[in-house]
C-alpha cells in the first residue's frame, strides 16, 4: 500500500467516527470548530482538503443579544429563535468570499474577482442584505410577467392585465411567511406557527427545499468546509472521488423524508409548481429515472407547459 492510500484511508477511517452533536447550540459550536479548524491547519500541515486562499485564515465572528435586536429594528424583520441562535454563535465570517470569473471562453482571458457576502454580515453588508430582502418578490415577479408565465392555481383567473396581476401578487406575498436572507438566494422561513423553520433556495419561481431545520441546511451549505467527505477508490475506473460520510448521509435523508408529512403556509404551492421542487416534499411526478425537464405541473388554459428556460437575474449569491 502506498503512503498516499494509506494516508486517505486513514483520514477517510477519521471521518467516518465524526459525532454530530444533535443540540442545536451544540452543533452550531461544533461548525464554527470544525469549519476554523479547516480554515486554519497546523503550520507545516497541508492537510489532505485544502480550503481555497481567499478564506485560508478565517474566523467567525458571533453578535450579541443587544445587536442582534437593533439589527431587526433597522431591518423591520423578527429573526427566528434557531436564527438568533446563529447569528449569536456563527453570523458571518471576518472576510468576503472571493469569486474567480472571466468574461469570456478565450484561453487568454482576464480572470477577474468579484467579491460578495460568505454569509450576511448584518452589521457590513448593508446594501446586500437589502436587495436579498426584495430579491424573493422581485424575481418572482419576473417570472409571473416573463417568458415563464407563472400563475399559481390558488390565485384564481389570470387577469388580463398587469396591474391586476400585480394586485393578486402583491396580497399574496404579504399574507406569505416572511423570508429572511441567510446567504447569497437562501433564505429562512420566519414562521412560529412551524414547527421547525426550512431553509429555501430562490431563483425566481424556481424555489425549492435546501433544508428542513437549520442544522440540515448548514451540512449542505458548508459541506466542503466541514471536510465531511471521505475518498473512495473506484476500482472499475481506477480513480477517486468523495462520498459524503455516513452520518450525514442519514441526517441528510431523513430530513428529505421530512417533506412526505411536512408543510410550508403558501411556499409550498410555489416550490410544487415547477417539477424541479417536488422532491422538496419527497414527491416526484415522474416514474423514469434520470435527469427531469423542468416544466410547470400547473399551467393556465391560455399558457403552455413546455420546458422553460429561467430568467437571467442578476445573481447575489451562489447556486
Request: charged letters at 30%.
Amino acid at each position: 500500500m502506498t503512503a498516499v492510500k494509506e494516508s486517505v484511508l486513514i483520514s477517510a477511517y477519521i471521518a467516518e467516527m465524526i459525532t454530530i452533536p444533535e443540540d442545536l447550540t451544540d452543533f452550531l459550536y461544533w461548525v464554527k470548530e470544525r469549519t476554523e479548524a479547516f480554515w486554519n491547519p497546523p503550520i507545516g500541515d497541508p492537510g489532505m482538503h485544502q480550503c481555497a486562499d481567499w478564506i485560508r485564515g478565517a474566523r467567525w465572528k458571533g453578535l450579541s443579544n443587544g445587536e442582534i435586536d437593533a439589527i431587526e429594528i433597522k431591518f423591520d424583520i423578527k429573526f427566528t429563535p434557531e436564527h438568533r441562535l446563529f447569528l449569536s454563535i456563527l453570523h458571518a465570517i471576518d472576510r468576503k468570499e472571493k469569486i474567480e470569473y472571466t468574461e469570456t471562453f478565450d484561453d487568454d482571458a482576464p480572470v477577474l474577482i468579484e467579491e460578495r457576502p460568505f454569509f450576511y454580515h448584518w452589521q457590513a453588508d448593508d446594501a446586500a442584505i437589502r436587495e436579498a430582502l426584495d430579491w424573493p418578490s422581485r424575481t418572482i415577479w419576473e417570472d409571473i410577467i416573463g417568458p415563464n408565465k407563472v400563475w399559481l392555481r390558488s390565485w384564481g383567473a389570470r387577469p388580463a392585465d398587469e396591474p391586476a396581476q400585480k394586485e393578486i401578487f402583491d396580497a399574496w406575498y404579504r399574507s406569505a411567511p416572511l423570508l429572511i436572507p441567510i446567504k447569497g438566494h437562501r433564505f429562512i422561513v420566519s414562521d412560529m406557527r412551524l414547527q421547525t423553520r426550512p431553509v429555501l433556495s430562490i431563483w425566481g419561481s424556481d424555489t425549492i427545499v435546501y433544508g428542513w431545520d437549520l442544522r440540515g441546511y448548514l451540512l449542505k451549505e458548508l459541506e466542503e468546509h466541514l471536510d465531511i467527505n471521505v475518498p473512495v477508490f473506484d476500482e472499475e475506473d481506477q480513480t477517486w472521488y468523495t462520498e459524503t460520510i455516513t452520518e450525514v448521509k442519514a441526517i441528510l435523508e431523513e430530513d428529505y423524508r421530512r417533506g412526505a408529512k411536512e408543510d410550508i403556509p403558501y411556499w409550498k404551492e410555489m416550490i410544487l409548481i415547477w417539477s424541479s421542487g417536488w422532491s422538496s416534499f419527497c414527491m416526484n411526478p415522474y416514474e423514469q429515472s434520470g435527469i427531469q425537464p423542468i416544466v410547470k405541473t400547473y399551467a393556465p388554459e391560455d399558457d403552455s407547459n413546455e420546458q422553460k428556460i429561467f430568467n437571467s437575474y442578476k445573481d447575489n449569491g451562489s447556486e
